[in-house]
């Protein structure tokens, strides 16, 4: 069964930092898999923060580009975001997903809180 499991949020100050981690397990050729963060806050819709092709393509959403660096270890099945200089805004559960041509697979999420 694959599993993806998020790491590293929690509270910090505007203009702090975290690094998100998230771990695959399982059967699952993740090197072939198209990775990326998504996050929700409360009340809004899932959306795309980053993303990283199987080549290593990166792509990031317009509110995060300059400040967040998404990365991918294949050899241990693992994609991290570095977030930095974090806004209010910022604040959302911050999931990870791998996708591959004809699946998907979601973490549980993670709590991203900065204070202003």
């Known amino acids: 069964q694959v599993q993806l499991a998020e790491f590293g949020g929690g509270l910090v100050q505007a203009g702090g930092s975290l690094r998100l981690s998230c771990v695959g397990s399982?059967?699952?050729?993740?090197?072939?898999?198209?990775l990326a963060w998504y996050r929700q806050a409360p009340g809004k819709r899932r959306e795309l923060v980053a993303g990283?092709?199987?080549?290593?393509?990166?792509d990031y959403s317009d509110s995060v580009k300059g400040r967040f660096t998404i990365s991918r270890d294949n050899a241990k099945k693992m994609v991290a975001l570095q977030m930095n200089n974090l806004k209010p805004e910022d604040t959302a559960v911050y999931y990870c997903?791998?996708?591959?041509?004809?699946?998907?697979?979601w973490g549980q999420g993670t709590q991203v809180t900065v204070s202003s």
């Open positions: 990283i092709s199987s080549g290593g393509t990166t």
């Open positions: 997903n791998a996708k591959g041509s004809s699946t998907s697979y």
């Open positions: 399982g059967s699952f050729f993740f090197n072939l898999y198209a």
